[in-house]
């Protein structure tokens, strides 16, 4: 499979504890991004990646989120101290760095906080 | 107020019908406008891409226009088939970034 994936599919866990989710993408793309998307609504933005480089941060990523792509390959995103509005679904998605910019999206990594 | 903004929200439609969802955004300037199929607990895929100088492409029974004039696109789906049912997202990606302006999906089921 030469697509986005991510790991783990689907993740329950305790509010107060912390989880971290990975994404893999298409080989030869050098950008990543996350997005969250709760139920009815379009995905949001929350980081990317470009190589190794974070260039950018949404406002929705808290101080308990962390985002990391270490040596450009895989990208991990951290939540400390979950929360119950943290539930939803995590989205990575990777591009090549050209006009079109085609996003390929994972899979995805349903969160569900207790 | 959301950039891009889908109707209807959800529809229900028979199967071998036809159906068209519609799209209007306010980015601008942009580079591109996608359609984005949605199935269920998975992630979004592509199913076309217009610039701005575009006005139709295709993608086999899927169908998408556009109307820079007006900032409105639509997706026609022809003879629905089950494995139609999914939501539909549209995505424009304003000129000089990438940080892609999403609609909330219309979410369409197709019934036997």
């Known amino acids: 499979d030469t697509g986005v994936s991510q790991d783990p599919r689907h993740k329950i866990t305790k509010r107060g504890q912390n989880v971290t989710f990975r994404c893999d993408p298409i080989?030869?793309?050098?950008?990543l991004y996350w997005y969250r998307q709760t139920l009815g609504q379009g995905p949001e933005f929350l980081t990317y990646?470009?190589?190794?480089?974070?260039?950018?941060k949404s406002r929705l990523l808290s101080d308990r989120f962390s985002a990391e792509r270490p040596k450009g390959s895989f990208s991990t995103l951290e939540i400390q101290r979950t929360e119950q509005g943290d539930s939803a679904m995590y989205l990575c998605a990777s591009s090549l760095s050209h006009n079109t910019d085609t996003q390929y999206f994972g899979p995805g990594t349903r969160l569900t906080v207790l | 107020k959301n950039q891009v903004e889908q109707s209807p929200q959800s529809l229900i439609i028979l199967e071998g019908k036809n159906c068209t969802l519609q799209?209007?955004?306010?980015?601008?300037?942009?580079?591109?406008l996608r359609w984005y199929k949605q199935d269920t607990g998975r992630g979004p895929v592509s199913l076309t891409i217009?610039?701005?100088?575009?006005n139709t492409k295709s993608n086999g029974r899927y169908t998408a226009t556009l109307d820079a004039d007006t900032k409105q696109s639509s997706l026609h789906i022809t003879a629905s088939q089950l494995s139609d049912s999914a939501s539909y997202i549209c995505v424009v990606t304003p000129y000089g970034n990438n940080r892609l302006a999403f609609g909330k999906g219309n979410q369409v089921v197709v019934i036997p």
């Open positions: 217009m610039t701005f100088s575009e």
């Open positions: 080989s030869e793309h050098n950008r």
């Open positions: 799209c209007n955004y306010t980015v601008s300037p942009f580079s591109n």
């Open positions: 990646f470009q190589n190794e480089a974070q260039l950018e």
